[in-house]
Structure formats: structure tokens, C-alpha cells
């Protein structure tokens, strides 16, 4: 079953080729173990960077809501538009259902997700404890953080939201997110929350970067973030970020049946 699909802005249609893509997952993949072993063959190697292209790329695909929530994609279909086998599609289908992007069903295929407020709030919720309490340790280390490239990012994300370029401004938001977290936890915590960020694109295209007030919350949420952990002050740092979530939740339950946000959305 086929929705409307969002317009893909230039930049989503400008993207790396499948090759390109390949040789990046080939050098990383979040919650993929690696390995210095040298004994690692060719076909093994081949088989993981297969598996994390496919499972990297359709991912991409449902978050852009290039596949929107309820369409029906089978190994064969991914296979034959990746031309590599069914089995690092398969493979990938298990990450993807992990990740609540995909149900599976035996003999079938996958079913991309229906997106819904419980999941939007409970992927905040997620984002929070992560980040949360890092406040108090981003505010203390504040003279480390590099200001420069912050004001920098700033400027960059106002002219984002001013044009209305929503691929720029959330590519923008999450270079902020890593100015903040990575300096003040390891490679490992800030991974985890690039992930849920990332994980949260789909809610961002269909409930934020739709309606300009949505969008001002965004932004005033992390400029309010950014003027308390400035001043050394991280309760009002975590107090402004629970403010605005607490806003977009209300908004995001009043348009759940609006018509531009209703194909994408789960109704019991």
C-alpha cells in the first residue's frame, strides 16, 4: 500500500552512490562488533559490509520516508534494487526490526512500521537519559568546548531554519549534538545517542519540519540549551529542554489526525 510521500529535497536525491555507500560501511557500522583478527577472510568481510550497506541504505530509506510506514518490501525487491543476494537483505531485516523500523513476517517479508506518538516520546525519553546527565559535566568543562565551531553550527542551523532547508537543519543539529556530547563522554555513549537521533528523522520530516511553530520549538530548544550551559548553568539547561519536549509532545498528539501527518501515523 502506497502513501504520499514527502517531497526528497535535492540533497536526499544527491546522496553518495551505492558504491560510495558500500566502502563507508565497509569502514563502520553502530552496534557492529569489530575485529583487528587478520585472519578475517575476504568472503566474511565482503558478507558484513554487504549486510550493513543493505541494512545502512534501507534504513535511509524508511527514515526519508522514500518507504513510508505499511509498505511491504521483500528480500527479492531489496535485492534486486541493491544487485547483491537475499542474504545480507535478510540479515539486515533483523537489524532493521531491532531498530522498531521494520515486523517481519515468516515466508513473507518486512512491513515498514507505522510511526506513532507513544514511539516519538518514548525516543525523547530515550534521548534524555542519555543526554540529560552529561548537562552538569558539558557545564563544568564548558572553557574546553569549542565555541568557535558552536557559534559557527548556530548561524549555520538559523539560516537552515530560515530557508526551510529541513535536510540541512537536522544534518546541522546533530553536528551540535556531538559538539556538546562527544567532548563529555566516550566514543561509545555519543554513538548511542547519534543513533537515537537518528532514529528520530521519520518523527522530525512528519511532525516538526512541517509546521513553523514545531520547527521554532526545535530551534529555541537548542539555543536555550546552548545560552544556560554557556552561563555554567545545567539545571537550566535540562529545564528548557524539558519545556519545549513537553510542547512538541502536546502538538504532536493534536496533529497525529491532520492530513499532511495522519498517512504516516498508527490509529488503534
Not at 151 to 163: G, M
Not at 168 to 176: A, N, Q
Not at 228 to 235: A, E, I, K, M, Y
Not at 259 to 267: C, F, G, L, N
Request: no cysteine; glycine share 4%.
Amino acid at each position: 500500500m502506497w502513501h504520499k510521500v514527502l517531497p526528497v529535497s535535492p540533497r536526499t536525491q544527491g546522496r553518495a552512490t551505492w558504491e560510495l555507500r558500500l566502502a563507508a560501511a565497509a569502514r563502520y557500522r553502530i552496534g557492529e562488533p569489530r575485529t583487528h583478527d587478520s585472519a578475517v577472510t575476504t568472503s566474511t568481510l565482503t558478507r558484513w559490509t554487504l549486510k550493513s550497506m543493505a541494512y545502512e541504505e534501507t534504513s535511509r530509506l524508511i527514515l526519508e520516508l522514500e518507504l513510508p510506514p505499511g509498505e511491504h518490501v521483500t528480500e527479492a525487491d531489496l535485492a534486486a534494487r541493491f544487485k547483491i543476494s537475499k542474504t545480507p537483505i535478510r540479515e539486515a531485516f533483523l537489524l532493521l526490526q531491532a531498530d522498531g523500523l521494520v515486523s517481519l513476517s515468516p515466508h513473507v517479508g518486512a512491513t515498514v512500521t507505522w510511526m506513532s506518538v507513544d514511539e516519538f516520546e518514548e525516543l525523547m525519553f530515550i534521548q534524555d537519559a542519555l543526554e540529560q546527565p552529561l548537562l552538569p559535566k558539558i557545564a563544568s568543562r564548558r572553557p574546553e568546548l569549542d565555541w568557535r565551531r558552536i557559534d559557527t553550527l548556530v548561524k549555520r542551523l538559523r539560516q537552515a531554519e530560515s530557508r526551510r532547508d529541513g535536510d540541512r537543519y537536522s544534518e546541522v543539529l546533530g553536528l551540535l549534538h556531538e559538539q556538546l556530547v562527544l567532548p563529555s563522554s566516550s566514543d561509545r555513549v555519543w554513538q548511542i545517542v547519534r543513533r537515537v537521533l537518528r532514529l528520530q528523522r521519520r518523527y522530525e520530516k512528519v511532525l516538526v519540519l512541517q509546521f513553523p511553530d514545531a520547527w521554532s520549538l526545535s530551534l529555541a530548544s537548542m539555543m536555550g540549551r546552548l545560552t544556560h550551559l554557556r552561563n555554567g548553568d545545567p539545571v537550566g539547561a535540562a529545564r528548557v529542554v524539558a519545556e519545549v519536549h513537553e510542547q512538541q509532545l502536546r502538538l504532536a498528539r493534536e496533529r497525529a489526525t491532520l492530513p499532511e501527518v495522519m498517512p504516516y501515523m498508527k490509529h488503534v
